[in-house]
């Protein structure tokens, strides 16, 4: 009889057990010359469902191209054209991981953001921002806005992915 698929994840002299649910623990001090890595297996490697992206982006061809470029590595991609259509949708149907571009119109990618932060403090939202901005100052306000991670376009196939 076979349990649920297991995983360790070693962080800063820890060892955690990860479940299927996701449930983490602690279970044991890592001994002192085992190196502190930070690793574990991702959920396609153990046959599990990818998460669901939510994709923000008000330019249609950059839309089409990120979209293409998920959905072959196998995530389920719903896409809206702005920040209202996206902030709608979260509200219908949680997304844990979100891309949204900054500049869009009616709401923009800083702004949802932080409504999304807001309105889910319960569960966590993975938020990308992809966009043009590439300067320091916008690195900073995008991060310091609610988003985990920040792309500058174009973004490099392979890059998006690994983030992902």
Excluded at 28 to 50: A, G, S, V
Aim: charged residues 25%.
């Amino acid at each position: 009889m076979m349990g649920p698929v297991c995983e360790w994840l070693s962080i800063a002299n820890m060892s955690v057990n990860v479940t299927s649910q996701t449930f983490i623990r602690p279970v044991c001090p890592l001994p002192k010359d085992r190196p502190r890595i930070f690793w574990i297996k991702t959920q396609m490697e153990n046959n599990r469902q990818p998460y669901p992206i939510l994709l923000a982006e008000d330019d249609p061809i950059s839309r089409r191209l990120f979209q293409k470029i998920l959905v072959k590595e196998g995530f389920p991609v719903t896409t809206v054209e702005n920040g209202r259509e996206a902030l709608e949708l979260f509200r219908q149907r949680f997304f844990p991981i979100v891309l949204t571009d900054w500049q869009m119109p009616e709401i923009e990618g800083p702004e949802l953001c932080q409504a999304i932060r807001r309105e889910n403090p319960s569960r966590y939202v993975y938020i990308v921002m992809l966009t043009a901005k590439d300067s320091k100052d916008d690195i900073i306000s995008g991060l310091g806005a609610g988003a985990d991670d920040y792309l500058t376009k174009p973004a490099h196939t392979a890059e998006l992915v690994a983030r992902i």
